[in-house]
């Protein structure tokens, strides 16, 4: 079933969708329990989970409102950031399905952050995607799976060799969700409503979605802002706040209102002190515009997304008018003669790419542009244009790339109050660049180029190299004989930053005596980590050891060449996840038999240590 699904995925990254192809796969986390994540609305149609393979957990919302629930100006400020915006890469060891769809994704080791699931909080996992051997040039136009509350709004993907872009990647107005213009009403006639900050009624705009899940009704309406989500739009006719990320966004147009009782939506907060190479956001909605006497009032625009970009070296080919990678907010929509709605926030990008070779002739954008408001087009009154979006974010693992390349992070432009060009809903703010980082630590962790083991003579021989290190302080090398319990065997320092191909080579000069398992523990200078895939080697031990009947029903007769009796024999029984089942001891001089008719049938280890020596060898029993 796994199978055929992936051959599904293969096929439909070839396909189009609106022009473009995605290469994901989404899934809900429910649950976080030490190395197992408890997962449902898994979404594999594009990527789906695999043991072995590697996934972005990311903190999509948390509960960071806290106590600013009032209905004032301050409602819908950060308490505390908590979890929100972070995010890693982790390696998947198995999955536990139902009918062939993933229920618990069990992973290599427990995730480094602390990640929340309660009400007001959402994660995900996402596919990570290591593509070409090594290099890959693109065939298509790249997007994600549009964000609908629980999963999406990320494209993540990961290249060791070079990456040629000969299509555009894009995350644009796919983050948190704008909200809808309210419906028609005439409740107020010309009543200026500048106070109602939060309602459930929809006699103002919705408010835009944002990193703060909300699951209360008094929270869906009024002007003021839900963190990065913009503020929908009050009597009379006022535009919607716009949606934040870097920046904050602007503030919905006054409406019929005059300036001293401008009823607009609030404009999301701005995050940029929170925001790293390690913690990133997608831009919020933008609220809703009010509709007062009938008509069309504007939706707010949607936030961007996320892409996350790993390769060593991002390029393009000559002869194309020119690529991007583009996380923008969503433009509004216009209001007839009622409140136009806020733009989405800007999105985030973040690129571990250690080297640009950009064509002149195929030039390089970046954009994580914050929308534009909706206009209120105005006629026989002045109305509120929506408020423009927030600027987002990108980061650069290394140094800027200017030769061919042009970043932008500008803040969206608000709408009109009315036919006649006037305005007075805010731009989102800021100035263009403010959220270009670079040279940044990001969530991404070394380029682990190749790993392997061999045997020479009866040592191990462990090769790796690297193709980009950040950070990187040392390797610790362990050694498993069941590949679940690990020992530090030696370590070797790292080049803590390197944007070129590193080899390293290890001796293990005692090994054990059968399977020996290996992995490197990855430090990183801040004392954070994370574990390399598994290798192993078989080293053939100084005597030859035979397990017989093999399967065996009852009765196991153990062959260790030509010295049977000069040794004790110690053996233990495992099951294949490496917990003990049984244990024998046979003295020196003793029959070198064991009795397994009171184990159930099954696949087990035998960890058999004689004279200085370890030999593991597979047992089978079958009755």
């Known amino acids: 079933m796994r199978a055929l699904r992936i051959i599904f995925s293969i096929i439909f990254i070839c396909c189009f969708r609106n022009g473009f192809a995605q290469i994901n796969g989404y899934a809900k986390v429910n649950s976080v329990s030490d190395l197992s994540l408890n997962v449902t609305n898994v979404n594999e149609t594009f990527g789906t989970f695999e043991a072995g393979d590697q996934i972005i957990i990311m903190q999509m919302q948390d509960n960071v409102i806290g106590t600013n629930v009032n209905n004032d100006a301050d409602f819908g400020n950060i308490n505390t950031i908590e979890s929100a915006g972070v995010y890693e890469v982790a390696t998947i060891a198995s999955i536990n399905e139902l009918a062939g769809v993933p229920l618990i994704i069990n992973l290599t080791q427990a995730p480094t952050n602390t990640y929340n699931t309660g009400a007001n909080s959402s994660v995900q996992i996402i596919t990570y995607p290591k593509l070409g051997s090594p290099n890959f040039t693109t065939t298509s136009d790249i997007t994600a799976l549009a964000w609908d509350g629980n999963v999406g709004g990320v494209v993540a993907l990961q290249v060791d060799g070079n990456l040629t872009l000969n299509h555009n990647i894009t995350a644009n107005a796919l983050g948190f969700r704008g909200g809808a213009a309210n419906g028609n009403t005439n409740v107020f006639a010309n009543d200026c409503q500048n106070t109602l900050y939060q309602s459930s009624s929809n006699i103002t705009g919705e408010k835009g979605e944002g990193i703060y899940k909300n699951t209360d009704a008094n929270y869906v309406y009024g002007r003021a802002k839900i963190l990065n989500g913009g503020g929908g739009g009050s009597a009379v006719d006022a535009g919607g706040g716009g949606g934040s990320n870097f920046s904050s966004g602007g503030s919905g147009g006054w409406g019929v209102c005059p300036e001293v009782d401008a009823s607009g939506g609030t404009g999301g907060v701005n995050l940029d002190i929170h925001i790293s190479g390690r913690r990133v956001f997608m831009g919020g909605g933008g609220g809703g515009g009010q509709i007062n006497a009938g008509g069309v009032g504007g939706n707010g625009g949607n936030g961007g997304g996320i892409i996350l970009l790993k390769a060593n070296q991002l390029s393009t080919n000559s002869g194309c008018s020119g690529v991007s990678i583009t996380a923008n907010g969503g433009n509004a929509t216009n209001g007839d003669n009622n409140g136009g709605g806020g733009a989405g926030g800007g999105g985030a990008i973040v690129l571990q790419v250690d080297n640009f070779v950009i064509n002149a002739s195929c030039p390089l954008t970046l954009e994580a542009n914050g929308g534009n408001g909706g206009d209120a087009l105005g006629t026989n009154f002045t109305r509120g244009g929506g408020g423009g979006g927030g600027q987002g974010s990108v980061f650069y693992s290394s140094a800027q790339p200017t030769t061919n390349v042009t970043t932008n992070t500008a803040p969206g432009i608000g709408g009109l109050d009315d036919s006649f060009g006037s305005r007075s809903a805010g731009n989102g703010g800021g100035i263009n660049g403010q959220g270009v980082q670079s040279s940044q630590d990001t969530g991404l962790p070394i380029d682990l180029f190749y790993f392997r083991a061999s045997t020479s003579g009866r040592r191990v021989v462990l090769d790796w190299g690297t193709i980009s290190e950040i950070n990187n302080q040392y390797f610790e090398i362990q050694r498993s004989s069941d590949a679940q319990n690990w020992q530090e065997i030696a370590r070797r320092n790292g ?46 031990g100084i005597q030859e050891v035979l397990v017989f009947p093999n399967p065996t029903q009852e009765i196991v007769n153990i062959n260790i060449g030509k010295s049977n009796l000069e040794y004790t024999v110690n053996i233990l029984l495992l099951n294949i996840a490496g917990h003990q089942v049984k244990a024998y001891s046979i003295p020196k001089g003793g029959a070198l038999t064991i009795n397994v008719k009171d184990v159930p049938e099954g696949v087990y280890i035998m960890k058999l240590s004689f004279d200085n020596q370890e030999v593991i060898k597979k047992l089978i029993i079958l009755r």
């Open 495 to 540: 080049a803590i930053n390197s944007n070129k191909l590193i080899n390293y080579q290890h001796f293990d000069q005692n090994p054990l005596v059968g399977i020996n398992y290996y992995r490197l523990k990855q430090v990183d200078t801040d004392g954070t980590f994370t574990y390399s895939k598994i290798v192993s080697v078989q080293v053939e």
